[in-house]
């Protein structure tokens, strides 16, 4: 097996983002729901200019004219992301498993439709220190992009609780 078959994608990564960010706006600000397609779309597309439109409280496109947190969470999921397919890159070459990209939807519990994974293949929950990790990247991405100390806390805190707590839908 080449390491090309352990990396991810883009469309994998971007996959996984969204996947991530979904989960977290769910709970810190499912009103966003309704139009987080859409801002996904536009920070994909332009990640700096969504976000020096959103710092600026300024319309992102599509008529909000305010603040979202959307773009901000998508912004600090793409670095855990990227952290987290590194972790799980090395242990799959490690054990001959083949996709990071299925291991990780495992791992952010997000396989559904799909068939079963045979044990071997489940994803171990990450240990205390691959969490403060994860929480680490956040916070420091969160900060990066401008959020005050105390968001990029909490967004971060609720990123690793998304990865570390099973989903309930």
């Not at 078959?5 to 600000?29: G, S």
């Not at 793409?78 to 054990?95: F, Y």
């Not at 068939?115 to 205390?128: D, I, K, V, Y």
């Amino acid at each position: 097996m080449s390491s090309n078959d352990q990396a991810l994608t883009p469309q994998d990564e971007q996959d996984l983002v969204r996947l991530l960010a979904h989960q977290v706006v769910q709970v810190t600000a499912p009103e966003e729901l309704l139009v987080f397609d859409e801002t996904a779309e536009e920070y994909f597309a332009d990640p700096h200019g969504v976000l020096a439109a959103t710092g600026r409280d300024e319309a992102v496109g599509f008529g909000v004219d305010m603040a979202l947190l959307t773009p901000y969470i998508l912004a600090v999921a793409t670095p855990v992301i990227q952290l987290l397919a590194s972790m799980v890159g090395d242990a799959l070459k490690k054990e001959g498993q083949p996709s990071v990209h299925a291991f990780v939807r495992r791992l952010l519990r997000r396989d559904e439709g799909t068939q079963p994974a045979p044990a071997a293949a489940r994803p171990e929950p990450l240990t205390p220190d691959q969490l403060a990790r994860v929480r680490q990247v956040a916070t420091e991405r969160g900060r990066a992009v401008g959020l005050p100390q105390d968001q990029a806390d909490l967004l971060a805190d609720a990123i690793a609780g998304g990865i570390s707590v099973t989903p309930t839908t």
